[in-house]
C-alpha cells in the first residue's frame, strides 16, 4: 500500500529526492514518516509529518539538510534530502499511521504501514 521509490547512487554534497505513493487506501489522515536502515544498525527516524497540523519532524542527524513535504491530492510523500554524506547510505522507508501521539512520532514499532524500502548510497 506504500511504494517508495528515488533512491541511487549520489557522490557527497549531492542531492535526491525520494517519493512515497500510496495505493489502495487514503493516507491523508495519517502522520506520515521516513525510517532509514544502513547495513548492520537498527531502523532509525529520519523525518516525520503531522497530518493535524503539517508539523514537520527531523532526527538531529538531518535536520537542515532534509525536507518532508506532502502532496494529499496526489496521495504522495517526498523526502528532499540535501547536502548528502556516507553516512546517510541506507534503505530508506516510508511509514504511516493514524493514531500516532507526538511522543511515539519517532518510534518505528509504532507505525503499522510501510512501504519496501528504497537504497540511498552516498559515495565519498
Known amino acids: 500500500q506504500l511504494q517508495a521509490s528515488g533512491g541511487g547512487l549520489v557522490q557527497a554534497g549531492g542531492s535526491l529526492r525520494l517519493s512515497c505513493t500510496a495505493s489502495?487506501?487514503?493516507?491523508?489522515?495519517?502522520?506520515l514518516a521516513w525510517f532509514r536502515q544502513a547495513t548492520g544498525k537498527e531502523r532509525e527516524f529520519a523525518a516525520a509529518?503531522?497530518?493535524?497540523?503539517?508539523?514537520?519532524f527531523y532526527a538531529d542527524s538531518v535536520k537542515g539538510r532534509f525536507t518532508i513535504s506532502r502532496d494529499n491530492a496526489q496521495g504522495t510523500l517526498y523526502l528532499q534530502m540535501n547536502s548528502l554524506k556516507p553516512e546517510d547510505t541506507a534503505v530508506y522507508y516510508c511509514?504511516?499511521?493514524?493514531?500516532?501521539?507526538?511522543?511515539?512520532?519517532?518510534?518505528?514499532?509504532?507505525?503499522?504501514?510501510w512501504g519496501q524500502g528504497t537504497l540511498v548510497t552516498v559515495s565519498s
Open positions: 509529518l503531522k497530518s493535524t497540523n503539517s508539523n514537520a
Open positions: 489502495g487506501r487514503t493516507f491523508s489522515g495519517y502522520t
Open positions: 511509514a504511516a499511521d493514524p493514531r500516532i501521539i507526538l511522543s511515539s512520532i519517532r518510534s518505528a514499532r509504532e507505525y503499522d504501514y
